[in-house]
């Protein structure tokens, strides 16, 4: 049974570039959430994404973009990068039929690091 | 908007001391959960506590929910090295399913 995945592992970008992150959620999730990790801080909610569409969302600017296809995979694109975007995303799956409210596993995460 | 503060922020002992960290929740909370992340890695889903006053063990770490549901800590009885990370208390908004998190306590352990 596959755990959250989530690619690229690492990537670096140069500020303006625009950027897609990708998750594939544990066997049985529906919902896929997005966080940002900035060094030495705790993980930021950005989006949450059920039935395709995004439910609820974090205090971030609208550069920050994402989508759930039909099979609960997930992207996050973030557009015209600043340095301040250099962190650590997380994708988090759970379920909301069967999950206790609010667990959520956390995939490997994907280092983005902004020049 | 909600806030979860952790105390301390950092914490360094000598392996077979023990070790606490503490979590305080602006708002009441429907349950906390606690998460591990080691150097380098993603954060780990370790425990959920939901009922008031609950306390839950796993082997040497003791979990605890307040009696107000507004505060946890979470307890390690002589640590080990490999017990060295950054522990996160993480809380659902009330209205919503995001999770809000602590900014975390890291702890190393001297051998």
């Known amino acids: ?115 | 908007g909600q806030q979860v503060m952790q105390i301390p922020q950092y914490q360094h002992v000598q392996e077979g001391e023990d070790f606490t960290t503490y979590c305080n929740s602006s708002t009441t909370l429907s349950n906390i959960q606690w998460y591990k992340q080691r150097p380098g890695g993603h954060p780990v889903f370790l425990i959920q506590l939901v009922k008031s006053g609950e306390v839950k063990k796993q082997k040497r770490l003791t979990f605890q929910f307040g009696e107000a549901k507004k505060n946890s800590s979470l307890h390690i009885t002589a640590t080990q090295t490999t017990d060295v990370g950054t522990y996160f208390c993480a809380g659902p908004e009330e209205y919503g399913n995001k999770l809000v998190f602590g900014a975390g306590t890291i702890l190393r352990v001297k051998s």
Do not use: M
């Open chain 1, 1 to 115: 049974d596959a755990g959250v995945t989530q690619s690229p592992t690492h990537l670096i970008k140069t500020r303006g570039q625009q950027v897609t992150l990708r998750c594939s959620p544990k066997s049985g999730h529906d919902t896929v959430s997005w966080y940002q990790q900035a060094l030495g801080q705790g993980p930021q909610f950005i989006f949450q994404y059920y039935e395709e569409e995004e439910r609820q969302r974090g205090n971030f600017p609208d550069r920050f973009s994402g989508h759930q296809f039909p099979n609960y995979s997930s992207e996050l694109n973030v557009n015209a990068l600043l340095l301040g975007d250099s962190a650590l995303y997380l994708c988090a799956s759970s379920s909301l039929v069967t999950g206790t409210r609010g667990t959520q596993y956390f995939g490997p995460g994907t280092r983005l690091l902004v020049l």
